[in-house]
């Protein structure tokens, strides 16, 4: 079994050999606007954390826990937007739409690319974008469609649905881990949206997926908690900061679980053997390769 060190050492190769698409989760970051309006209208001092789940772009979202709008009310939020009222919910969801749009075609590229350089070193995005996009938008529209029910339901009921909201997080955070897969099956095997969610809860209700996921929530956890405090104290500063700083480590945790993946999926096809005899007597653990 390969280790985890191992598996993140060559995620970290590979995203050195894919250096411009660590873009991509820096204008994920940038085009998150719930996300910031929602840090930047709170207190500066606070702090949070987050479990960093590779379901998808891995950006600073990833890392750092957002406020919740301050406000008299405890109302329902689209993605961090509140909802009050039927207009305020008609605008949030146009704009969390447009957002959904726009990340749809940066995460075809940038997975679809992720997998191009794992099998043949190089990549072509704009390719990806037009082979994966309807894909790859049906699964960001998702949550979206999953919380209309709770939307629908906090603009009659107000503050009593409060504890649905609090039910509903421990859910939402199952789901996210079990259909965390799709976007890397999507681009692996050619999968339709339907076919990957179905493969994704079979790959990651595996042994070695769950070891992964769970060593990668542990070792980010430290992370998010100071991150979530400093970025929050920084401010807009600290968005783009932080942004910049960690979309390489995202890049490096995309590439490392696409790799996973493949290695777990017995369909998916092979990214490359993991060779132990490239490493020298005084390191552990397998070298990949092609």
Not at 69 to 88: F, H, R, T, Y
Not at 135 to 142: E, Q
Request: glycine share 8%.
């Amino acid at each position: 079994m390969v280790s985890f060190a191992d598996r993140l050492a060559d995620g970290w190769e590979k995203a050195e050999q894919m250096t411009t698409l660590a873009l991509v989760p820096v204008v994920v970051t940038l085009t998150n606007f719930q996300n910031i309006v929602n840090l930047l209208s709170a207190s500066r001092y606070g702090g949070g954390m987050t479990f960093l789940i590779p379901a998808g772009v891995v950006d600073l979202w990833s890392f750092v826990s957002v406020p919740t709008p301050q406000q008299k009310e405890v109302n329902v939020n689209i993605n961090g937007l509140p909802v009050g009222s039927l207009e305020a919910a008609a605008f949030n969801l146009a704009l969390v739409f447009l957002t959904t749009l726009v990340h749809g075609a940066l995460v075809a590229g940038y997975f679809g690319s992720i997998r191009d350089v794992l099998t043949t070193g190089e990549y072509d995005f704009e390719r990806n974008v037009r082979r994966y996009f309807v894909t790859m938008l049906g699964y960001g529209l998702l949550p979206i469609l999953a919380m209309l029910p709770m939307i629908s339901l906090g603009l009659t009921l107000g503050n009593a649905i409060v504890p649905l909201v609090l039910l509903s997080i421990p859910l939402m955070l199952a789901a996210t881990y079990l259909f965390a897969a799709t976007p890397y099956l999507v681009v692996l095997r050619e999968l339709t949206l339907a076919s990957a969610l179905v493969e994704s809860y079979r790959v990651t209700t595996t042994g070695e997926f769950f070891r992964f996921a769970l060593l990668l929530v542990a070792v980010g956890l430290p992370l998010s908690l100071a991150l979530s405090t400093v970025v929050r104290l920084l401010g807009i500063v600290g968005i783009v900061g932080g942004a910049l700083l960690l979309a390489p480590v995202g890049l490096a945790c995309n590439a490392a679980t696409m790799r996973l993946v493949a290695d777990v999926d017995p369909e998916s096809p092979s990214l490359g053997a993991w060779d132990y005899s490239r490493r020298g007597d005084d390191e552990t653990g397998p070298a990949p390769t092609r």
